[in-house]
Antibody, heavy 114, light 112 residues
Framework: QVQLVQSGAEVKKPGASVKVSCKAS????????IQWVRQAPGQRPEWMGW????????IYAQKFQGRATMTRDTAISTVYLELRELNSDDTAVYYC???????WGQGTLVTVSS | DIVMTQAPISLSVTPGQSASISCKSS???????????LYWYLQRPGQSPQLLIY???SRFSGVPDRFNGSGSGTDFTLKISRVEAEDVGVFYC?????????FGQGTKVEIK
């Protein structure tokens, strides 16, 4: 069965960076895009962008251009989201999800606090 | 960015009754391929969102036929027939045509 398993919760100070991983299993890793979506407490989800695991090509929401980087390691079927220059507004649950957001990871809580 | 507006914000439904949620987009979601890229998700308390409906009216694998999507252009509706206790949560519509993809503000469904 399709599974996306994410790394554990993180606590970061303002100005720091965070890197979240998402390991895929149960399907052909290079056959489907992986999206990243975040959800701040009590807010609607917010789409951040996607990565094509086959080519490594990416598209980012303009809001995250220059601050977010999505990468992948095909050898271990894992994609990564790195977000730099964190501030308190980045406190959220970060989700990876496959293609049309048809399968989701369990989410990774990133807390930014001094 | 495309603005997605849902109504109502909350619903209280008696088990076995029906419920409808409206979703309006600020621009047409009709692609030149003839498909409209409108999706519905349910986020149960403490869980990740799950896909219910894709391209307006197609149910995702395993989704009960109590869930039905309809609409076109900028106006869409999710109808839940015979509401059950497991339908508690927040329903979101999302447009996947224009970057960035955007979500509605959500409709919280509770059971009476």
């Amino acid at each position: 069965q399709v599974q996306l398993v994410q790394s554990g919760a993180e606590v970061k100070k303002p100005g720091a960076s965070v890197k979240v991983s998402c390991k895929a299993s149960g399907y052909s890793f290079t056959g489907y895009y992986i999206q990243w979506v975040r959800q701040a407490p009590g807010q609607r989800p917010e789409w951040m962008g996607w990565i094509n695991p086959k080519s490594g090509g990416t598209i980012y929401a303009q809001k995250f251009q220059g601050r977010a980087t999505m990468t992948r390691d095909t050898a271990i079927s894992t994609v990564y989201l790195e977000l730099r220059e964190l501030n308190s507004d980045d406190t959220a649950v970060y989700y990876c999800a496959r293609d049309l957001l048809s399968y989701w990871g369990q989410g990774t809580l990133v807390t930014v606090s001094s | 960015d495309i603005v997605m507006t849902q109504a109502p914000i909350s619903l209280s439904v008696t088990p076995g009754q029906s419920a409808s949620i409206s979703c309006k987009s600020s621009q047409s979601l009709l692609h030149s391929d003839g498909k409209a890229y409108l999706y519905w998700y349910l986020q149960r308390p403490g869980q990740s969102p799950q896909l219910l409906i894709y391209q307006v009216s197609s149910r995702f694998s395993g989704v009960p036929d109590r869930f039905n999507g309809s609409g076109s252009g900028t106006d869409f509706t999710l109808k839940i027939s015979r509401v059950e206790a497991e339908d508690v949560g927040v329903f979101y519509c999302m447009q996947g045509l224009h970057f960035p993809w955007t979500f509605g503000q959500g409709t919280k469904v509770e059971i009476k």
